[in-house]
């Protein structure tokens, strides 16, 4: 298993930003898919936003236009932009890799993941 640590959650007012970070302990080069997910209070885990070795992004529908993902291979690390910041973004945040080159159809399915981080909390205030 690959270790991976969040970072960069916190509590921010409305229309906020703030950065997410997930570092990986071993070279995310070879990583086929990297994603961060999300779980608020009460409810079930929710995809954000992935990215595909590729280059290729993918956003939820809620993320659009707000968020940004992208990733350093040289620094190992995930990224996740967030600005515009609303209270329904309150949540628990987990970065995802899915290591190899086996293809997958959709880097937004949770199930595909072999690698999760502990999660950073984001609050979000009015």
């Known amino acids: 298993q690959m270790p991976l640590v969040e970072s960069g959650g916190g509590s921010v007012q409305v229309g906020g930003s703030l950065r997410l970070s997930c570092a990986a302990s071993?070279?995310?080069?070879?990583?086929?898919?990297m994603a961060w997910f999300r779980q608020a209070p009460g409810k079930g885990r929710e995809e954000v936003a992935s990215?595909?070795?590729?280059?290729?992004?993918t956003y939820s529908d809620s993320a659009k236009g707000r968020f940004t993902i992208s990733k350093d291979n040289g620094k190992n690390t995930l990224y996740l932009q967030m600005n515009n910041m609303k209270p329904e973004d309150i949540a628990q945040y987990y970065c995802?890799?899915?290591?190899?080159?086996?293809?997958?159809?959709?880097?937004?399915?949770?199930?595909?993941?072999?690698?999760w981080g502990q999660g950073t909390q984001v609050t979000v205030s009015s």
């Open positions: 071993e070279s995310i080069y070879n990583t086929y898919c």
């Open positions: 995802a890799a899915r290591r190899g080159r086996e293809f997958v159809s959709s880097c937004m399915n949770p199930d595909i993941y072999t690698d």
């Open positions: 990215v595909r070795f590729t280059g290729a992004t």
